[in-house]
């Protein structure tokens, strides 16, 4: 028995099959079956393979979350470090008030007391615009730790969320599993009753075509690539003599109307 050559890129090659040893009708049958099978065995990999992904876009999402409860406390830490510098640079002030203060008297000239008068008037002034920022300070402050604690119920609530539908992923790569599991054993069933020659051919275009090895022809187009298939090509499909395959996508053909 010959089986056609899987080149993509050439014309249809039909070579004749021994029906003698192979009921050719009960193999495209078979593949029929078989790629129901393997169909639903392609999705659902390929639906696992993107899980990581998933979860990884998740946990990327949510550290992001994090990140900005970072930021929050890393400002409210600044703000309380910029008090704690204006309230040491008040401290500052003051004693320099007070040294100027307690030089007024020992002054001689009028000139002198004048003069000392006017530094520590300035020197008050400093010290009343440093009190003003400590005050300010002091708020920003307390309104940063009103929006920490706002953001850490919220990030609660996110992080439960997370887990959730992390949850919910981790699950269904067990179902996805168990799935693939029950797919095999239906493979195995199926195997036996097809040829090995063909079952190769049919390997091949499955690897090399997306997870699609036979489809149908319907209303003279390969339902794999949607390109025409000339009547006469259809009659030796209805033939059962020959594997026969789509001169565009190489798939093996079959008629899904036809009572195979």
Known sequence: ??????????PTILQETNLS??????????????QAVDSEIYALKHEKEAKPQEIKALQEEFEAKKQHLSELEKNHLDLQK??????????TKEETTKKLQSQLYSL???????TMLQQIQDSKA?????EDKILQL????????VEIEQEKIRLAGEEKVFNELKKKVDDRIKEIDGKLTELDAQRKQVL????????GQYDRILASRDGLAICGVKKNSCLGCNMFVPP?????IKMYERIVTCEICNRILYIPDESI
Do not use: C
């Open 1 to 10: 028995m010959e089986i056609e050559g899987s080149n993509p890129s050439a």
């Open 21 to 34: 040893t192979v009921d050719l009708k009960s193999e495209i049958l078979n593949l029929v079956k078989l």
């Open 82 to 91: 910029q008090r704690k510098d204006k309230e040491g640079e008040l401290g």
């Open 108 to 114: 001689k000239t009028n000139k002198e007391y004048q």
């Open 126 to 130: 400093d010290g009343s615009v440093i």
């Open 138 to 145: 002091f708020d920003a402050a307390d309104k940063a730790k």
């Open 192 to 199: 036996p009753g097809i040829e090995p020659k063909i079952l």
């Open 232 to 236: 006469q090509v259809i009659n030796l």
